[in-house]
C-alpha cells in the first residue's frame, strides 16, 4: 500500500513540476486506468500504449495532448532513471546467485 501511495505521489509531484494542474485523486485515476492500458503487451515498457491512453484520460479532464505527451515522456524518463541506478548497483554489488540456486 505504501508503494502505491509514494508511485501515485511522485507521479503527482512529476506532474506538478509540469505545470499540470491534477489533483492526487485525478492523478491516482489517470495512471491506474493507463497501467491497465499499458499491460497490453504490444509494445516495448509501454510506448505508445501509455501513451494513447494518456492522451484519451487527459482528453476527459480538458488538458491539452501536448501536456499527456509531456507527462508520457517524463515517466518514461524517470523509469528509465531507476533502471540505470538499479543496474549500477547491480553491477557494483552483484547478489550472490549461486547461494540463491542453492538455497531456493
Known amino acids: 500500500m505504501a508503494a502505491f501511495a509514494l508511485y501515485f505521489a511522485s507521479i503527482y509531484f512529476l ?3 509540469l505545470n499540470l494542474d ?17 499491460f497490453v503487451p504490444i509494445s516495448f515498457f509501454g510506448i505508445g500504449t501509455r501513451d494513447a491512453g494518456l492522451l484519451v484520460v487527459f482528453s ?21 532513471a531507476v533502471v540505470f541506478m538499479g543496474s549500477i548497483f547491480w553491477f557494483i554489488d552483484p547478489p550472490p546467485l549461486g547461494e540463491i540456486k542453492e538455497n531456493g
Open 15 to 17: 506532474a506538478r513540476g
Open 22 to 38: 491534477l489533483t492526487f485523486f485525478q492523478v491516482v485515476l489517470i495512471m491506474t486506468i493507463t497501467s491497465l492500458i499499458a
Open 60 to 80: 476527459f479532464f480538458g488538458h491539452l495532448p501536448e501536456q499527456a505527451v509531456a507527462l508520457s515522456m517524463a515517466l518514461l524518463l524517470l523509469r528509465f
